[in-house]
């Protein structure tokens, strides 16, 4: 099993629509979760932090189900802007040193 | 903003070459990274580094490769001798913290060409 895995898209929604990408990660130690954005041929970004209460930032909200071992983001009212690469991201253990990256699902927003 | 800078942005070299890149990581931030991500595929961890030693490396970085933390404001990816397949994208990272609370910030990366 990948260590952090993601559908890889893509997906083609149209503007305004609602959007949802899950993600499962393998280690049950896994300590941080983050989602992060990438544009073509850019740096990752920092999206949001993913936090076992859940937590919501604009139209974006992530939910993190520890016991199934999967992190989800949802994306309201999309825009043309939000089409990238969306990188599930998680922290391996309590020591932080290794940060894994998922492969990424590929978002594109049609007008 | 503070941010993490890159030098090259490209680099081409030839097989067998030494090449190293460089990163300035921001300035108040403890914790370094290399990550790669080779043209279509996802962004792989390198190695992580901390109070100037490596903390955890992945398979990938074998003993071709080397980091270094010279004058306390640079840190350096040395690969000693480039094979066809260490071309890709290479990014540089830095954190203030660890564990819950820390996030990544990234350089804009070099890109590396091994002909």
């Known amino acids: 099993r990948k260590e952090v895995e993601q559908d890889p898209g893509p997906f083609n929604v149209p503007e305004g629509a609602t959007v949802a990408f899950n993600c499962t990660y393998s280690?049950?130690?896994?300590?941080?979760f983050f989602w992060y954005r990438q544009d073509c041929r850019k740096e990752p970004k920092l999206l949001m932090s993913?936090?076992?209460s859940g937590n919501e930032d604009g139209r974006f909200t992530a939910q993190l189900n520890r016991a199934s071992q999967y992190i989800s983001l949802l994306i309201r009212d999309s825009k043309l802007s939000d089409s990238a690469t969306y990188l599930c991201?998680?922290?391996?253990?309590?020591?932080?040193?290794?940060?894994?990256f998922g492969s990424g699902t590929r978002l594109s927003i049609r007008p | 903003e503070p941010e993490v800078t890159q030098t090259p942005s490209h680099q081409v070299t030839q097989m067998g070459q030494e090449v190293i890149l460089r990163c300035v990581p921001i300035?108040?931030?403890?914790?370094f990274y290399w990550y790669r991500q080779i043209l279509g595929q996802k962004v792989e961890f390198l190695v992580s580094?901390?109070?100037?030693?490596?903390?955890?490396k992945s398979e990938i970085f074998d003993d071709q490769f080397s980091v270094e933390r010279p004058d306390g404001s640079n840190f350096t990816l040395k690969i000693r001798s480039t094979k066809l397949e260490d071309s890709a994208m290479y990014f540089c990272?830095?954190?203030?913290?660890?564990?819950?609370?820390?996030?990544?910030?990234f350089g804009s990366g070099t890109q590396l060409s091994v002909l």
């Open positions: 993913v936090y076992s």
């Open positions: 991201v998680v922290s391996q253990d309590s020591s932080a040193s290794k940060i894994i």
């Open positions: 280690n049950s130690a896994s300590q941080s």
């Open positions: 580094f901390y109070n100037n030693e490596i903390s955890e």
């Open positions: 300035s108040n931030h403890l914790y």
């Open positions: 990272a830095s954190s203030a913290d660890r564990g819950s609370n820390e996030k990544l910030f």
